[in-house]
Nanobody, 121 residues
Framework: QVQLVESGGGLVQAGGSLRLSCAASGSIFSINVMGWYRQAPGKQRELVANITGGSSTNYADSVKGRFTISRDGGKNAVYLQMNSLKPEDTAVYYC???????????????WGQGTQVTVSS
């Protein structure tokens, strides 16, 4: 019904940059908040950044000043520009979106499949 497809992960050296993309598709009536979470091995999934429909943003303290989240409403997409990457940023990054579909007409949260980001020292 709804799919979130991520792309852009990979291996990068410390200090480098990556850009993650996530596109939502399906029977979408409206999208509220979109965001990125990450989960490192042995750790809980944590919020990295999110952005509302009005483009208000929220960042984890650990990524402020290095990561930038943005969205394209026309494409139902959200992006995460990651600069000055550190080894501790290594994790699987998941896209999340709060979406109302034509079928249900209520807000539900959806997750992407995850994309690996590995930062070498």
């Amino acid at each position: 019904q709804v799919q979130l497809v991520e792309s852009g992960g990979g291996l990068v050296q410390a200090g480098g940059s990556l850009r993650l993309s996530c596109a939502a598709s399906g029977s979408i009536f409206s999208i509220n908040v979109m965001g990125w979470y990450r989960q490192a091995p042995g750790k809980q999934r944590e919020l990295v950044a999110n952005i509302t429909g009005g483009s208000s943003t929220n960042y984890a303290d650990s990524v402020k000043g290095r990561f930038t989240i943005s969205r394209d409403g026309g494409k139902n997409a959200v992006y995460l520009q990651m600069n000055s990457l550190k080894p501790e940023d290594t994790a699987v990054y998941y896209c999340n979106a709060v979406i109302k579909t034509y079928l249900q007409m209520r807000w539900n949260g959806y997750w992407g499949q995850g994309t690996q980001v590995t930062v070498s020292s």
